[in-house]
């Protein structure tokens, strides 16, 4: 028997065929516990869940888990593998929960020697990644409000957006809360912005003289709003960012406590520019990738790594693969791109790319699919990078 799952927020299509295809029943449940309950007691019934294969669009989630808890082999279908294939039950379009869920069931009936079982990942492993994606949403939402903060400056307090690098930094906030309007900052000289850096600590390398410089020479708002409206947004976006300073902190101190207790960190926790951030998004990004295939081109198609060839004839092209796990993309490229400042292996290989005519990204992601297979054989044999035995790198530290 096999079983097509087609899940939604607040209910699920299921439908259980036969090896003939026949239909042997159709469920609607609600997401609930009730019903998710009585749905699997229901499975049991009809035979050993271990012969009872649940093809699903999805890899991870409550859902899945409840599935593979329940002792059903999960078999993951990709979306847009499904969504080529449904010609296959009609061309008519017509669409509805239950008849998803049987095509899905037939899917897996016909190519099931073609889907991928989805694996339960280690709780160490899981609890990484959930850490590293609530962090990167933060710095997402950061980021959206450091946005908005500079439209705001930019049109009606420009040199305050000026002064400092980052908007988000610590003497920024604290010199947008202590100048919130130009009426405010209007007596603000050498002296006083000497006295303001001392304070806050200030170690961004510009003079006193330099950063009222930068104040003074920004345009002037044509029809600026009244200053006690902005001094209202200013504050507000400034508390904003402190929360999420000070949450963004608070992670990354748990994805400190969580890398020294991962049995992996110890694997690649010499690699060359990786911190903590980096490191737990390698681990917990890309060890999923790791442990399910069979070898790195594998691992580097899943993670967006390796283009995509298509060749019909005469005619051959190489592109970019857009179909990936972009969390393990993100993961790696940043990684490589970091790496190439302080190995000389990386180094080389981006440097190379360039003079082939690859653009930046591109080089990237060629310097990335060589720390693909570097990072295999370290995950896969359970040894700790070490440049000494990294061949690249010590043929390059002995050629110089």
Same mark, same amino acid.
């Given at each position: ?20 295809? %026949? ?40 859902? +899945? /888990? ?7 082999? +999960? ?115 050498? /002296? ?120 019909? /004839?005469?005619?051959?092209? +190489? ?61 896969? %044999? ?19």
């Amino acid at each position: 028997m096999f079983c097509g799952w087609d899940w939604g927020s607040t209910q699920h299509g299921i439908c259980v065929i036969d090896d003939n295809g %026949t239909v042997i029943k159709t469920w609607m449940i609600e997401h609930t516990e009730k019903g998710i309950a009585a749905l699997f007691a229901e499975l049991s019934q009809l035979g050993d869940p271990a012969r009872i294969p649940v093809a699903i669009e999805r890899g991870e989630g409550l859902v +899945v /888990g409840r599935i593979a808890s329940a002792g059903h082999p +999960v078999l993951m279908i990709e979306p847009a593998s499904f969504k080529a294939a449904r010609p296959r039950w009609g061309s008519a379009g017509a669409k509805s929960d239950a008849a998803d869920a049987f095509m899905l069931a037939d899917y897996a009936r016909t190519d099931n020697h073609r889907l991928r079982r989805v694996e339960p990942v280690a709780q160490a492993t899981r609890e990484l990644a959930t850490l590293v994606r609530a962090r990167t949403a933060l710095v997402q939402a950061r980021t959206a409000s450091s946005n908005q903060l500079w439209a705001i400056l930019s049109e009606h307090w420009p040199g305050a957006a000026k002064v400092f690098h980052k908007l988000t930094s610590q003497v920024a906030l604290a010199f947008l809360a202590d100048y919130p309007t130009p009426q405010s900052a209007a007596l603000l000289g050498e /002296g006083r912005m000497r006295q303001f850096c001392h304070r806050h600590s200030y170690r961004g390398g510009k003079s006193a003289a330099a950063l009222v410089g930068r104040l003074r020479a920004a345009p002037a708002a044509a029809n600026p709003i009244a200053p006690k409206v902005l001094e209202a947004i200013i504050r507000g976006s400034i508390a904003q960012i402190n929360l999420l300073n000070t949450e963004i902190t608070h992670l990354e101190h748990e994805l400190a406590d969580a890398l020294a207790a991962h049995p992996k960190t110890v694997l690649l926790e010499s690699l060359p520019r990786v911190a903590n951030v980096s490191l737990a998004a390698l681990i917990a990004e890309i060890g999923p990738l790791l442990e399910r295939c069979d070898n790195p081109e594998q691992v580097a198609a899943l993670c967006g790594a390796a283009p995509v060839t298509r060749a019909s /004839g005469k005619s051959r092209s +190489v592109g970019f693969r857009y179909t990936a796990n972009k969390p393990a993309r993100a993961a790696i490229t940043g990684f490589a791109d970091n790496s190439r400042h302080s190995s000389a292996w990386a180094g080389d290989c981006y440097r190379r790319a360039r003079s082939r005519g690859a653009r930046h990204p591109h080089a990237v992601r060629i310097l990335a699919r060589g720390w693909v297979r570097v990072i295999w054989a370290c995950w896969t %044999t359970d040894t700790p990078y070490t440049p000494s035995r990294h061949r690249g790198e010590q043929l390059l530290v002995a050629a110089t």
